[in-house]
Nanobody, 115 residues
Framework: QVHLVESGGGLVQAGGSLRLSCAAS????????MGWYRQAPGKQRESVAT???????NYAGFVKGRFTISRDNTKTTVYLQMNSLKAEDTAVYYC?????????WGQGTQVTVSS
């Protein structure tokens, strides 16, 4: 079992920045990839950015260099630095961790960008 706790969401004006954190606990040695996803009201959950165990990163097209995913040296905390935020970035942001057996999700953190 892997337990994920996100933090760092909030209200920010368009053009501002936020940094999300996701702390993993439990069977962390079994984690392969981690990532950030988001779900806006009335829309499906979508991938924002992922980071593999080896450090390779992948971003959604709408990120366009605005967001950066990173991980601490212990590989137990993943960050999402979000710059130049837009109103359309408003959503609940979820952290996810993949193991060989399952995918685990955090409870989500709300990001609201006012225009």
């Amino acid at each position: 079992q892997v337990h994920l706790v996100e933090s760092g969401g909030g209200l920010v004006q368009a053009g501002g920045s936020l940094r999300l954190s996701c702390a993993a606990s439990g069977s962390i040695v079994s984690i392969n990839n981690m990532g950030w996803y988001r779900q806006a009201p009335g829309k499906q959950r979508e991938s924002v950015a992922t980071i593999a165990s080896g450090g390779r990163t992948n971003y959604a097209g709408f990120v366009k260099g605005r967001f950066t995913i990173s991980r601490d040296n212990t590989k137990t905390t993943v960050y999402l630095q979000m710059n130049s935020l837009k109103a359309e970035d408003t959503a609940v942001y979820y952290c996810a961790a993949d193991t060989y057996a399952s995918t685990y999700w955090g409870q989500g953190t709300q990001v609201t960008v006012s225009s």
